[in-house]
């Protein structure tokens, strides 16, 4: 688009030392007798390379011959070319001149005379003997010229003046009509240079906008896809974190279940054992009675002797199972203390990034702007390692994520002091923790040992004492004997005691057999423990097996067995006894 310009503003932009130095005519080319003038600014021997200089020189070379060409007639074109051709002549024969001078001087000194001559030339009178060959040789050959062509030199010599007039009239004009020409040029080429740098700078600002725009576009689309991911990945992360809850709430059942069974399994073990063990114990202990009947008082002694090393067995095994119990009940208030204390030493570290979070966003105190300097300080040195390292990745990185790249590094850097220091806080609590406990148990052994020298004083006093009432009862229990039956209840699983006299019963022994007791009758009955485990039992002998004893008839009607706890419920043969040799007992055949 063109754009006017007024001539006021057109000068104030001539006058400007940049614009002027740019438009000066720093050389005009081919100026001289007969030759053709050009002129080449300033700018354009600055800024343009040597092969496009040597074109633009050319180009301008042959619009001045044109324009001489248009501007001449034929005649002026004849001696134009007549003076051309002469001045070429000259030039040719003046170069000539020079040359065969170069060659006689160049051989001149070669020689050693020569070389004499020109030193002493070049000390005395060289540079006024040179000027005078020179010009006297240059006077011989224009005279030689002028002798030959005086005719024709006098009309070239007017002919030339007239024509170098006008040729000067016409340079004059044709300067000033170049010069006002150069000056519109230049004008319009700064004119089209700031048209073309606005439409350039446009340009790059559209681009730059463009540019902008695909950026948000391609954040938005980043931050869309990121979006879909997160949320991909939080619904992925979310299905699998309920299958695995799900799967965990099953194992557990299933654990919870095998551990029920396999408590009960081991449970019912220990009972059996235990109950084993116990029916084992009255049968000793009755053997050991029946067998004190028999023996002196030396066999007596030796029986208490082994009821106290019973005693003492039981003793242990309850101490035994008391020390399992409190090293259980220290091993879980060890976990539970070890549990309080990392929950503690997390809940101190969040509660500490929290705080220095909130140092370096919302400082209120001296402290925590001291804190926040701290941590800028920590955060500036921390960030060329961050670049480095996304350098040595090669991983176009921003300052702003190298900073919070370096932030966070920095907190959780500051996060694990502070979880060492809790945890040396840790350490020494349990070394405190440890010496009481050390102390409790020093004090409960010296107590024991105060308890069992007390129980060994108060059990020979009443070893004295037991000593006088068994003379006394010896007598009254053979009486009580002879009068009293003693039967088993199977259903109470208990002895009852039959007067034979009154018929009366009792549960209780009566209190003039003391520690003895009326024999039994062998035979066996089936009894159930507390788990509605069926055994079988003989209160005579005080045997009791888990399978039918030998010899005994056992009824062959089929059962659900629901103490077995399995699932579904087994079926089993009846626990009971057959009667008189028959395949029923008495309760499978009455039903």
């Known amino acids: 688009a063109a754009m006017l310009l007024r001539l006021s503003s057109f000068e104030h932009i001539l006058e400007d030392p940049s614009i002027e130095s740019m438009i000066e005519e ?24 040597p092969t496009l200089l040597q074109y633009v020189k050319k180009s301008r070379r042959a619009l001045a011959i044109a324009k001489f060409e248009r501007d001449l007639d034929k005649a002026q074109m004849k001696e134009t070319l007549f003076e051309w051709k002469l001045f070429c002549s000259r030039r040719r024969h003046a170069r000539e001149l020079v040359d065969a001078m170069t060659h006689r001087l160049w051989h001149r000194q070669t020689t050693r005379g ?15 003997e040179i000027q005078r060959v020179s010009r006297g040789f240059l006077g011989r050959v224009d005279a030689g010229v002028r002798y030959v062509f005086t005719y024709s030199s006098i009309l070239l010599q007017s002919c030339a003046r007239r024509f170098l007039q006008r040729c000067r009239y016409r340079h004059i004009c044709q300067r000033r009509k170049q010069a006002s020409i150069s000056i519109q040029r230049i004008a319009r080429g700064n004119r089209d240079r700031r048209i073309a740098i606005s439409a350039l700078l446009a340009r790059i600002e559209r681009e730059r906008s463009e540019l902008e725009e695909e950026k948000k576009r391609f954040e938005h689309h980043r931050r869309t896809r990121a979006a879909i991911v997160i949320q991909k990945l939080h619904r992925s992360c ?18 919870r279940l095998e551990e029920d069974r396999m408590r009960f399994r081991r449970e019912r073990r220990i009972f059996e054992r235990e109950l084993k063990e116990c029916y084992d114990a009255k049968k000793r202990e009755k053997e050991a009675a029946d067998a004190s009947k028999a023996r002196s008082d030396q066999e007596w002694i030796r029986i208490r002797n082994l009821q106290r090393r019973i005693m003492r067995d039981d003793l242990n095994r309850a101490m035994e199972v008391k020390s399992v119990l409190d090293s259980r009940n220290e091993q879980h208030d060890a976990a539970k203390y070890q549990d309080d204390w990392s929950s503690l ?11 220095c979070l909130r140092c370096l966003q919302d400082p209120r105190n001296v402290k925590e702007r001291k804190m926040r300097s701290s941590l800028a300080n920590k955060i500036k040195k921390r960030m060329p390692g961050v670049l ?36 040396e806080q840790w350490r020494l609590d349990r070394l405190e923790r440890t010496r009481q406990r050390k102390m409790r148990r020093e004090n409960d052994i010296r107590k024991a040992r105060e308890r069992n020298g007390l129980d060994e004083q108060r059990a020979a006093l009443l070893l004295a004492k037991a000593y006088e009432r068994w003379s006394a009862r010896k007598v009254l229990r053979k009486l009580c004997i002879d009068r009293f039956d003693k039967e088993f209840d199977t259903e109470h699983h208990a002895f009852y005691y039959v007067d034979r006299r009154t018929g009366t019963k009792m549960w209780e022994k009566p209190k003039s057999l003391g520690q003895y007791d009326i024999p039994t009758v062998n035979q066996w009955v089936v009894l159930r423990d507390a788990q509605d485990f069926p055994y079988h039992y003989n209160p005579c002998t005080l045997e009791m097996s888990w399978q039918p004893p030998v010899g005994t008839s056992m009824c062959q009607t089929t059962l659900p067995q629901p103490w077995l706890r399995e699932y579904p419920v087994p079926f089993g043969p009846c626990e009971h006894f057959a009667v008189d040799g028959s395949r029923f007992c008495e309760q499978c055949s009455s039903t």
């Open 26 to 49: 720093s050389i005009v080319v081919g100026r001289g007798e007969g030759a053709l003038d050009f002129n080449l600014c300033a700018f354009e021997y600055q800024y343009y390379p």
């Open 345 to 355: 030493i997390d809940s101190k570290a969040r509660e500490y990034e929290e705080y």
């Open 114 to 128: 020569f070389t004499t001559l020109h030193r002493w030339a070049m000390w005395q009178v060289g540079a006024v």
């Open 238 to 255: 979310s299905s699998r974190q309920e299958t695995w809850r799900r799967l965990c709430r099953e194992a557990k059942a299933r654990e």
């Open 388 to 423: 480095k390292r996304a350098d040595s990745q090669r991983l176009q990185m921003e300052i702003g994520e190298a900073k919070q790249i370096a932030t966070k590094e920095i907190l959780e850097l500051e996060t694990s002091k502070e979880k060492d220091r809790i945890t």
